[in-house]
């Protein structure tokens, strides 16, 4: 499976923004998919995930309220909406996949290990 992140760029606090990332390869309605991010200086960290159904997303805390994840199966898509970035939402922001986990079809994985396809990232930077 590989996947294609796009969508960021250069905004101001307050705007918003949305990253797209495609996937290739694989049965795509099959996949957990996620968003991470890494600011410079920081460790990658959970943002946001959708389970392979669509059924249920989750979000850390910090985006909970301005950003909504979501997925087009038919266009092998998963997005991350943004709203009301920021400064501190600057980062490289990266999606990721797993197939999801046959024994436990409810569960949203939500740890960079728990992933085993990446992204290459897409650059978000929000001037104050």
């Known amino acids: 499976v590989q996947l294609q992140a796009s969508g960021g760029g250069l905004v101001q606090a307050g705007d918003s923004l949305r990253l797209s990332c495609v996937a290739s390869?694989?049965?795509?309605?099959?996949?957990?998919l996620g968003w991470f991010r890494q600011a410079p200086g920081n460790a990658r960290e959970f943002v946001a995930a959708?389970?392979?159904?669509?059924?249920?997303?989750f979000y850390a805390d910090s985006v909970a309220g301005r950003f909504s994840i979501s997925r087009d199966n038919a266009k092998n898509t998963v997005y991350l909406g943004m709203y009301s970035l920021r400064p501190d939402d600057t980062a490289i922001y990266f999606c990721?996949?797993?197939?999801?986990?046959?024994?436990?079809?409810?569960?949203?994985?939500?740890?960079?290990?728990?992933?085993?396809?990446w992204g290459q990232g897409t650059l978000v930077t929000v001037s104050s």
């Open positions: 990721a996949a797993r197939t999801s986990y046959p024994n436990i079809p409810w569960y949203i994985p939500r740890t960079q290990r728990e992933y085993n396809y």
């Open positions: 390869g694989g049965t795509f309605s099959t996949y957990n």
């Open positions: 959708v389970r392979w159904d669509g059924g249920n997303t």
